[in-house]
C-alpha cells in the first residue's frame, strides 16, 4: 500500500469513528425535544381540546373552529367578541393584503408574552400571509373592527422549536382587533 492510500484509510477509519461517537454521544446523554418538552406538550393538547369542547349558555360552540384548506392540521379557535352583524359590511383582507392590529399573547398559563402596545402607535402592521398560520387564517375571517381572541395549537404556531419566550409545542393565546387594511391586493 502506497502511503496516500494509507493516509485516505487512516482518515476515513477516524472519520467513522468520530461519527460513531458523535451518534453515541447523543443517543447516551441528550434529551429530544419532544422528551424535553413532554409535560409541557400535554397540558397545552389538553388546553386546546378544553377549548374545543367549551359552550356557550345556549350550548353553542364558545369557538369557531377555522381549518385553511391549504393546512388541515393547522386549525385555530376563534371567538367573536363583536356582534359580526355590525362588522360584516366592513373589509375583510386578503392573505395578501396589509392590514393593522392590536394583539396581545398569551401562553396557557396567562402569562403576557408579547404585545403590540410597546410601540408608539400601538399597532402592527403585516400582511396575513407573514404571520404564523394560526393568524394568518383567522385575519383572513375578519372583518374591519373585529375583537377576537384565538387559540392556536404548536402545530399552528411554531410547532416543536423553541421561539424567544415561546417553548416549544406552545398552545398560543391571541387577543387581536383589526384596525385597518390598508392596502387591498387583489390575486
Known sequence: MTATLRNRKSFLVLMATLAMLTFTGC???????????????????????????????????????????????????????????????NLTPMDNSTVQFTYELFNINGERISDSFSSADSLYTSKPLQNIVGVWSPLTHMHVGDSVTIVIPSQAGYGEVNYGDIKPYSTLIY???????TAYEIP
Do not use: C, M
Open 27 to 89: 443517543l447516551d446523554g441528550e434529551e429530544t425535544t419532544a422528551e424535553k418538552y413532554r409535560e409541557w406538550r400535554t397540558l397545552n393538547e389538553q388546553y386546546v381540546a378544553e377549548a374545543e369542547a367549551q359552550q356557550d349558555d345556549a350550548g353553542n360552540p364558545f369557538y369557531t373552529k377555522i381549518v385553511p384548506s391549504w393546512a388541515p392540521e393547522a386549525f385555530a379557535l376563534v371567538h367573536w367578541h363583536n356582534d359580526r352583524a355590525l362588522t360584516e359590511a
Open 175 to 181: 387577543n387581536i382587533k383589526l384596525k385597518a387594511v
